[in-house]
């Protein structure tokens, strides 16, 4: 088993920044990648980043230039730094870990708004 715990959520101008930690736990040798998704009201939850074990990482084109996806090994800890946030970049965002299932984080909302 794996427990995935997001933070980092919040409200945020436009062109505003905001960093989001993902801590994972227990059986974390079994994962082989990292990502945060999103899902907006009255959409299908999407790929916002990824990240290997290798250390490989995929952006969203959407988000590229934007926003950057990053881990510490020592803190078990997955990174989605964020910049230039934009309107329709709101809507709540969660952390997944593959391993030999999927395991999903309970979310945590980002909202851009003036």
């Known amino acids: 088993q794996v427990q995935v715990v997001e933070s980092g959520g919040g409200l945020v101008q436009p062109g505003g920044s905001l960093r989001l930690s993902c801590a994972v736990s227990?059986?974390?040798?079994?994962?082989?990648?990292m990502g945060w998704y999103r899902q907006a009201p009255g959409k299908e939850r999407e790929l916002v980043a990824d990240?290997?074990?290798?250390?490989?990482?995929n952006l969203a084109d959407s988000v590229k230039g934007r926003f950057t996806i990053s881990r510490d090994n020592a803190k078990n800890t997955v990174y989605l730094q964020m910049n230039s946030l934009k309107p329709e970049d709101t809507a709540v965002y969660y952390c997944?870990?593959?391993?030999?299932?999927?395991?999903w984080g309970q979310g945590t909302q980002v909202t851009v708004s003036s």
């Open positions: 990240i290997t074990s290798g250390g490989s990482t």
């Open positions: 997944h870990a593959r391993a030999l299932r999927s395991y």
């Open positions: 227990g059986s974390i040798f079994t994962i082989v990648a």
